[in-house]
């Protein structure tokens, strides 16, 4: 059963919805390359009930992905992580990344972790302190060089 890329993002988002590392995981098979790793021909896509789509990681394998290009394989191996597959390396798989993928990695990690229901951003407490949500102190180390933002 072969159905547009639309229609399978939108089944993958109903399954996925309110499991966040889900959520992250589906996210990043269908923001990569317009929805390309989200596709129902390939073989982690699959058909369940009504709207029904799910993602079988079981399917996401070092041979299934062995066709992707290193920095595709990288990704596809977090987004399987997230979706409760293998762990992965990231010593291995961060390194590789373009651009583009590491905005989608950190947001999706972003996303799983909670983060996007913190309303208040990180910053000092009246004192000047950085504190954890549970009140416990929070030490920030200056880098001694800026990361180069270009």
């Known amino acids: 059963m072969n159905a547009t890329v639309e229609q399978t993002?939108?089944?993958l988002r109903v399954w996925a919805k309110g499991i966040y590392p889900l959520e992250a995981g589906v996210e990043l098979l269908i923001r990569t390359s317009g929805g390309r790793f989200?596709?129902?021909?390939?073989?982690?896509?699959r058909a369940g009930e009504d709207p029904g789509w799910w993602v079988?990681?079981?399917?996401?394998?070092?041979d299934a992905l062995a066709a992707y290009s290193g920095?595709?394989?990288r990704l596809l191996r977090i987004a399987a992580?997230?979706?409760?597959?293998?762990?992965?390396?990231l010593y291995q798989d961060i390194p590789g990344l373009d651009r583009d993928h590491v905005q989608l990695v950190l947001a999706a990690i972003a996303h799983a972790s909670g983060s996007h229901e913190h309303s208040v951003p990180l910053g000092p407490d009246p004192e000047g302190r950085y504190r954890a949500s549970d009140g416990h102190p929070v030490e920030l180390q200056q880098a001694r060089q800026p990361l180069p933002m270009a």
């Open 9 to 11: 993002a939108a089944g």
């Open 81 to 89: 992580a997230l979706l409760g597959g293998r762990p992965v390396n």
């Open 38 to 45: 989200a596709s129902s021909a390939l073989p982690w896509i």
């Open 56 to 62: 079988d990681v079981d399917q996401l394998t070092e």
């Open 71 to 73: 920095g595709e394989t």
